[in-house]
């Protein structure tokens, strides 16, 4: 470990044992290449900013090393996405041909289409379908429900709630409300 031209030796000395631990910690990790990377990198740091503390300097060092590992990251995705994009372009080049909108206003015509529809029979034949199924779901379901506890239940609920109206209108017929 060297001492930077002009330093003080003793400031050195307390420096390269800082260095020296941040170097144990990182083999304490099991990342020898890491400290290898921290031994080639601190003294040759250190001699350029000799003010600097050994905290500044493992944080240009962290900055460095994480810069390389970016790099490298970007430049393998790089290579990835090299990869999938022709994969995408030659699915994309499977999809059905959709034409291309030449003016937005186009659309417009569509609204003209539901005119047409409302008189087209077909379709009133399906709404007079539907109309038959659910009025035969409620007579099978009225008369499922005939002669059972739901049906006399019902009817004391319902009753209930006609008296409870009757109430609720005499009520508001009585009552005066300022304007």
Do not use: C
Not at 150 to 168: D, E, F, N, P
């Amino acid at each position: 470990m060297t001492t930077p031209a002009g330093a003080n030796p003793f400031n050195n000395l307390l420096w390269n044992q800082e260095a020296q631990q941040v170097y144990n910690a990182m083999e304490a990790q099991n990342d020898k290449a890491l400290a290898a990377a921290w031994l080639a990198f601190y003294p040759s740091y250190h001699a350029a900013q000799p003010s600097f503390s050994v905290a500044q300097v493992e944080q240009a060092f962290l900055d460095e090393e994480l810069a390389g590992g970016l790099s490298t990251g970007i430049a393998q995705t790089g290579n990835v996405l090299g990869q999938v994009a022709p994969a995408v372009g030659a699915a994309a080049n499977t999809l059905p041909n959709v034409p291309a909108v030449t003016n937005p206003l186009d659309y417009l015509k569509d609204i003209g289409n539901v005119f047409d529809k409302l008189t087209d029979p077909h379709l009133w034949l399906r709404v007079g379908e539907f109309i038959a199924g659910g009025l035969l779901l409620y007579l099978g379901l009225k008369s499922a429900m005939s002669g059972t506890a739901v049906a006399s239940g019902t009817r004391q609920a319902t009753s209930t709630a006609k008296k409870s109206h009757k109430l609720v209108k005499r009520v508001a017929e009585v009552a005066v409300i300022p304007k």
